[in-house]
């Protein structure tokens, strides 16, 4: 059901409120009224807009002993949490984390049995289908699924409602005020329990640049613009308990025409690891070569952060445009480096200098484009050292960098019951899910699909707690 | 700070042109890839990095217009890439059968005006009545009216020139597909494809997202089953009754239990349900997902088809009472109108989706 007036909206007192509209604020939205409460969800977008992150999403990681739904093989709680390990250098809440691989599993079947489908195998260049479970048509059809899953449950769904604060008394939320579409009069929202699952606040430039320095204005965002992190402010000023580093954000590299905002999947690129990349003065500044792309993508939303006005150019020749994943936009060509610089608004004789080292640093090997191939510069500053190819057949190709911001880590503390802390220990009825606590489990770096398990994780507990509170 | 920013994914540059502006949307498709899964239409497009226009062409018309492709889509209106793969696949699409239709000018105007059939089909009762009156009868049932060798004299040229321009359109979209030789298992591979109408099957049997949203319902591929297979029982019918005249020497009319009668019936029946159910649910549909200018068209096909339908079965009923001969002359009017705007009208698409299909089974066999 969907109503946005506020009339019907203020006259009740709900059993649970959602504040978000993504796929965490779903799962906890359908827990809930599965268990018989009366569900409004508060979605800050509209419509159109609807699920935050989670429609620019493709797949979910999951733990599993043997084949599971579209999953092959074995992907057991250690390997995982390995492969957590890694990527966060241990800035990660151990008994949260394990918490969240262990129930990965029984999620997988929850998620069919509530709308979504996944692909039975994966096509692409990404080897995944043994770790992750791809949806059948990306994360919006997740979205769409889980939509008309609560729809059917008889989950009120409010677009356009844009929740300024949580008023709490003691340990207790008693109410929210929110907004509702242009209209900026204030309304009261009453219930008895609270999830708050509305996401980070990458969407707002002012808090990023606040956190990362006036650099952070040339960053593009490639997920929703809503999320703006209203709520998880509104918290932190009450006083509740955070964690993650308020200063950090994710960010990878991306196609620097990219959108402000909202670019999404289309935007990456993964030319690095076969090009010679420069910053605005034709200079390198990293190995290119350190690894395959997937695996070194994060590290490069950083390097290109650090270099001037926050801009590098990937450059290829016509050898390598056919070794990876087309991209949203087309390469910027030229007959000659010189005119590739002119193109590209580079010192056109920087640029020559940079390619005739690099290319004079190329040593002969057996170039294998598909693993660690040790084809390396000699006697380079920085080495490129795999795939190290003289950038010499026309036509040359360039892609321009920026670092695209995915999601930002400061988030509220919550317990394996997902319940927020605040100042004076658990608060009695506020619960959080989704990005807006990922940060307890996800302290830095960024596992593929592994949002979404935090999501759905901590979603369902949350809407299964919350329920359980007001039953 | 100098960015090249003249893209192809700038909606506004190139939206007139349906070939150039699929072409745009496929490109950001081809870079999301989120939708392979759904029909054959995704993987044909990772297939490839740049497209020709017969690359366009082909995936035109293999799309089904299922529309899961944009529920799905975190990129349509008011997203800046503004994707409407449906509607720019049917644009295309159409403009192809347009492109390749001979003679060109009745295509232009058949797909796009119902109001042309409308007239076409009174043409058809007028002239139906005229030789009816014109003509002697000779014979019994429907031949009292009109002789056999009138209909016969009629209908062969009415049959065969049409095949003739859909011959010559097919030829001419092959070539620009880029088509090969085309095999028994290339037929038989299209032929699976078309009689399950697996690529409105949304990938994994749940349907698709014609009339419903982001709800998925099978009511298209029931309702688009009823009018192909009704279609060809009521052809079958014909042709039983062709060979019974000439092979058998048995004339019409004939009995209920007779082969035009067991398969004309239930076909007509199964004609006309199935074109009701279409226009019911091209009601519930948003039409921002169709062609664009092409809906008063294609639902005057319809009508027309499904009034060929209905007007064969009340032809049926009335038989031995003084109704038989102006229903005959509305229903061989209706037939008549039917044929002869075959290769113009929407009927046209069933001959090129059969080719998109066969060239589909000759893609897939070449990359595997």
């Not at chain 1, 579409?181 to 204030?186: A, N, R, V």
Request: proline share 5%; with cysteine.
């Amino acid at each position: 059901m969907t109503r946005t007036d506020p009339k019907y909206l203020t006259a009740e007192t709900w059993d649970v409120v959602i504040v978000g509209g993504g796929n965490a604020a779903l799962c906890a939205a359908i827990e809930a009224a599965e268990a018989g409460a009366r569900v409004l969800i508060l979605e800050g977008a509209p419509e159109a807009y609807r699920g935050g992150n989670s429609r620019h999403t493709r797949n979910f990681r999951c733990m599993h002993h043997g084949a599971l739904g579209p999953l092959i093989e074995t992907y057991d709680e250690d390997e995982f949490w390995q492969d957590l390990l890694r990527v966060t250098a241990g800035k990660t809440d151990e008994a949260l984390a394990r918490h969240a691989i262990r129930t990965s599993a029984e999620c997988l079947p929850w998620m069919q049995a509530h709308g979504v489908r996944f692909q039975p195998s994966l096509a692409g260049t990404l080897s995944l289908d043994r770790t992750n479970a791809f949806f059948l048509g990306g994360g919006k059809a997740l979205v769409n699924a889980y939509y008309l899953t609560a729809q059917d449950l008889g989950v009120t769904v409010a677009y356009d409602a844009q929740v300024r604060h949580v008023a709490i008394d003691g340990a207790c939320a008693t109410h929210l005020t929110a907004t509702f579409g242009d209209d900026e009069t204030l309304h009261d929202i009453k219930g008895r329990a609270f999830v708050l699952a509305s996401g980070g606040f990458q969407a707002d430039l002012d808090w990023l640049a606040r956190a990362w320095g006036p650099a952070a204005r040339n960053f593009l965002i490639r997920g929703t613009p809503y999320n703006r992190g209203v709520v998880l402010k509104d918290m932190v000023d009450q006083g509740a308990i955070t964690v993650g580093d308020p200063t950090q954000c994710h960010a990878v590299a991306i196609d620097g025409r990219a959108p402000k905002f909202d670019g999404g999947i289309v935007t990456r690129l993964d030319c690095v690891p076969f090009s010679m990349v420069v910053n605005k003065n034709a200079d390198r500044f990293y190995d290119e070569g350190e690894d395959v792309w997937p695996k070194r993508y994060a590290i490069w939303g950083r390097l290109v952060a650090a270099q001037p006005d926050q801009v590098a150019y990937s450059i290829i020749d016509s050898r390598a445009i056919d070794l990876f994943m087309p991209s949203v936009y087309p390469p910027i060509s030229a007959g000659t480096i010189e005119e590739l610089a002119r193109k590209l608004g580079l010192p056109p004789e920087a640029l020559c200098d940079t390619v005739a080292q690099f290319n004079a640093a190329c040593r002969p090997g057996t170039f294998q484009p598909q693993q660690l191939d040790g084809v390396a510069t000699e006697g380079l500053t920085p080495p490129k050292t795999n795939w190290a190819r003289r950038i010499a057949e026309p036509p040359f190709y360039a892609y321009s960098l920026r670092p695209g911001v995915t999601f930002t880590y400061l988030g509220l503390k919550v317990d394996q019951s997902a319940r927020a802390t605040g100042p004076g220990g658990r608060y009695d009825n506020i619960w959080s899910a989704g990005e807006m606590m990922a940060g307890s489990i996800l302290g830095q770096g960024y596992l593929a699909g592994f949002g979404m398990t935090i999501g759905t994780v901590f979603g369902r507990i949350a809407g299964q707690e919350a329920a359980a509170y007001v039953a | 700070m100098s960015l090249d920013v003249t893209l192809q994914t700038d909606p506004g540059l190139i939206l007139d042109d349906p070939v150039a502006e699929a072409r745009r949307q496929i490109e950001v498709c081809n870079a999301c890839r989120y939708c392979e899964g759904f029909c054959s239409v995704f993987p044909a497009i990772t297939r490839d990095k740049v497209f020709a226009d017969g690359d366009i062409t082909q995936l035109a018309n293999l799309c089904h217009n299922c529309r899961g492709c944009y529920y799905a889509c975190q990129y349509t209106a008011p997203h800046e890439f503004d994707l409407n793969l449906p509607r720019a696949l049917a644009a295309a699409r159409v403009d192809s059968w347009e492109r390749f239709a001979w003679p060109d000018g009745p295509a232009r105007l058949f797909q796009a005006r119902g109001e042309a059939l409308a007239a076409a089909l009174v043409a058809g009762f007028a002239l139906m009545f005229a030789a009816i009156a014109a003509l002697p009868g000779g014979g019994a049932g429907f031949y009292a009216w009109l002789s056999h060798g009138a209909m016969v004299a009629i209908f062969l040229p009415a049959f065969l020139l049409p095949l003739v321009a859909v011959a010559v359109g097919l030829r001419r979209y092959w070539n620009e597909v880029g088509g090969a030789r085309v095999t028994w298992a290339d037929l038989r591979d299209a032929v699976q494809s078309a009689g399950q109408m697996k690529n409105l099957s949304g990938g994994q049997g749940q349907g698709c997202n014609f009339e419903k949203g982001t709800r998925f319902s099978d009511a298209r591929r029931h309702v688009h089953h009823a009018v192909m297979y009704g279609f060809l029982l009521c052809f079958a019918a014909t042709s039983a009754g062709t060979i019974l005249h000439y092979v058998f020497d048995m004339q019409a009319p004939y009995g209920f239990w007779s082969l035009p009668k067991l398969l004309g019936v239930p076909g007509g029946i199964l004609l006309v349900a199935g074109c009701a159910g279409m226009l019911m649910l091209r009601s519930q549909a948003d039409p921002a997902l169709g062609a664009p200018g092409r809906s008063s068209g294609e639902r005057g096909f319809i009508w027309l088809l499904g009034f060929a339908g209905l007007s064969g079965l009340a032809l049926y009923a009335v038989r031995g009472t003084g109704l038989t001969g102006p229903l005959l002359a509305l229903h061989l009017g209706a037939v008549l109108a039917f044929f002869l705007v075959t290769p113009y009208s929407k009927m046209a698409h069933g001959f090129y989706r059969f080719a998109a299909l066969v060239r589909e089974a000759q893609d897939k066999k070449a990359r595997t």
